[in-house]
């Protein structure tokens, strides 16, 4: 199958098309893929070395927001696979208008070629933070989306127009909600990469608000299984959670890190809240499980100790990111 992967020089769209070019998805050997990104501070071609010889594999530099790179680059595909997105909540505090432009106009961008060349499935990929906090039991697929910072809000919108495809054009398209991801390769602006790299570094680590926020843990490797399950066998216009069924505190995140890092608790340095922080996401998977048969692999400690593994053993990836990675004044 000849697949379109936005964004698939990023942290989980390049560990979907190594998993893709190697046979380890669900979905087996014989994938073709043809990565689209445009190299922002947070993609990094350098993710795809392992497999940049592989046969099937593709490059295109180019933004989802140009209509002419991406119709060039629609054409012939099968399948999309829409990883591409501004996605860091708090980048989207200080300036909101990159997530609108690439998130929302993007997506509508890819839509419309998508439709044009007749693409067979169109699979987008979105977060649980569409949905906002919750204090009880977890969501559902039917749950009503309620987004508290831009970046939720404008993958909220991005979902409500690729379902609105579905609808309106018949498209054949999904929506796959996730948890937090984790694992290799993960730039490090991310509460676990750059908890890791700075302890590694000896640094202190900031810790926002008394650190009770709640997340569920879904390591990469299982993201992208059950994107391959949904991809090839997800009803169309229908969306699914993806969790990883590891709901742990801030708190007790950063004690796990500490140890495995080697640091004490005089490491963290407590600072104000995010703006508008959720305190608790929490997904149901009943229905991803039910009809796909999925459940995630990775043990939370495995996963967390490989994780911390890596970056220690691949200061080379991420020592030239650290600079990238600090947050615009």
Known sequence: MRTLVTGGAGFIGSQFVRAALRGELPSGPGARITVLDNLAYSGNEANLAEVARLDGYTFVHGDIRDREVVDAVMAGQDAVVHFAAESHVDRSIVDASPFVTTNVLGTQVLLDAALRHRVGRFAHVSTDEVYGSIAEGSWTEESPLAPNSPYSASKAASDLMVLAYHRTHGMDVTVTRCSNNYGRYHFPEKMIPLFITRLLDGRKVPLYGDGGNVRDWLHVSDHCRGIDLVLHGGRAGEVYHIGGGTEISNRELTGHLLRACGAG?????????????????????????????????????????????????????????????????
């Open 265 to 329: 608790w005089d490491s963290v340095e407590y600072v104000p809240d995010r703006k508008g922080h959720d305190l608790r996401y929490s997904l149901s998977i009943e229905k991803i499980a039910t009809e796909l048969g999925y459940r995630p692999l990775t043990a939370f400690d495995e996963g967390l100790a490989d994780t911390v593994a890596w970056y220690r053993e691949n200061r080379a990836w991420w020592e030239p990111l650290q600079q990238k990675a600090e947050l615009p004044e």
